[in-house]
Structure formats: structure tokens, C-alpha cells
């Protein structure tokens, strides 16, 4: 099951950064795990949305992030990061797991793809 949200943009978002929801305003803005405000519940944007655009983001789910998560071994936590907009592979100030590496399978090989947990 895929729980998304739309809202409008507070900001530039590009695909794939990790987003909450302005306490302030409701719209949705770049997020990261410098302090408890911005690392607020979210998840990561579907798609590039400027200013007043609307954003889907996905918050939980299973979603394929391309090649970035080829380094890091199944069952491997990622976490928001202090950097706006990104996730890590450790936590960041303030710790926020946002999902796992899981396996997909559509080849003989797995995949690897997100888990978020409902960031």
C-alpha cells in the first residue's frame, strides 16, 4: 500500500527529496534531521514542483530511487540527513529512520528499493 499526499510547494523541490509539512503554512517544504521542526512527519517528492506547484510526495511505501541506494545492503536503515532535502545512511542530529532497503524482484537480480515508514 503507497500512502501520498498533495500540497502546494513552499519551495523549489526536486524528485526524490525528502519533504514535510510547514507548521506554519501546511504546504510542503524541504525537510532534514537538523532539529525536531524539520524533521517533522513528510516523505519524498514524486516529482520537481516549483514555488505554489503542486507536489505529490509519498510517505509510505515502497518506492524506486534508481541507483541510490546500490551501496547499501538489504535490511540497511536510511535516515533523514542534516543536508535539506536528502537522505543519509546514518542519522542525522536529530535521529529520524525513514525507511529500509528491501529487495524487489523483476529480474534475477534484486533491486533495491525504499521502504519508507511513514517519515
Same mark, same amino acid.
Given at each position: 500500500?503507497?500512502?501520498?499526499?498533495? +500540497?502546494?510547494?513552499?519551495?523549489? @523541490?526536486?524528485?526524490?527529496? /525528502?519533504? /514535510?509539512?510547514? #507548521? =506554519?503554512?501546511?504546504? @510542503?517544504?524541504?525537510? $532534514?534531521?537538523? $532539529?525536531? +521542526?524539520?524533521?517533522? /512527519? +513528510? +516523505? @519524498?517528492?514524486?516529482?520537481?514542483?516549483? @514555488? !505554489?506547484? #503542486?507536489?505529490?510526495?509519498? $510517505?509510505?511505501?515502497?518506492?524506486?530511487? *534508481?541507483?541510490?541506494?546500490?551501496?547499501? $545492503?538489504?535490511?540497511?536503515?536510511?535516515?533523514?540527513?542534516? =543536508?535539506? *532535502?536528502?537522505?543519509?545512511?546514518?542519522? !542525522? =542530529?536529530?535521529?529520524?529512520?525513514? *525507511?529500509?532497503?528491501?529487495? /524487489?524482484? *523483476?529480474?534475477?537480480?534484486?533491486?533495491?528499493?525504499?521502504?519508507?515508514? !511513514?517519515?
Amino acid at each position: 500500500m503507497i500512502q501520498q499526499f498533495t +500540497g502546494p510547494a513552499v519551495e523549489a @523541490i526536486a524528485i526524490g527529496q /525528502r519533504c /514535510r509539512f510547514d #507548521a =506554519t503554512t501546511g504546504k @510542503i517544504a524541504l525537510g $532534514n534531521a537538523t $532539529n525536531a +521542526g524539520e524533521a517533522a /512527519r +513528510g +516523505g @519524498i517528492a514524486t516529482h520537481a514542483a516549483a @514555488i !505554489g506547484e #503542486a507536489l505529490t510526495i509519498i $510517505n509510505q511505501g515502497s518506492v524506486d530511487v *534508481g541507483e541510490a541506494l546500490a551501496a547499501l $545492503n538489504f535490511g540497511a536503515l536510511v535516515y533523514v540527513s542534516d =543536508t535539506d *532535502g536528502t537522505f543519509a545512511d546514518a542519522a !542525522g =542530529t536529530v535521529s529520524v529512520a525513514a *525507511g529500509m532497503v528491501i529487495p /524487489r524482484w *523483476g529480474s534475477p537480480t534484486a533491486d533495491r528499493v525504499l521502504w519508507l515508514f !511513514g517519515i
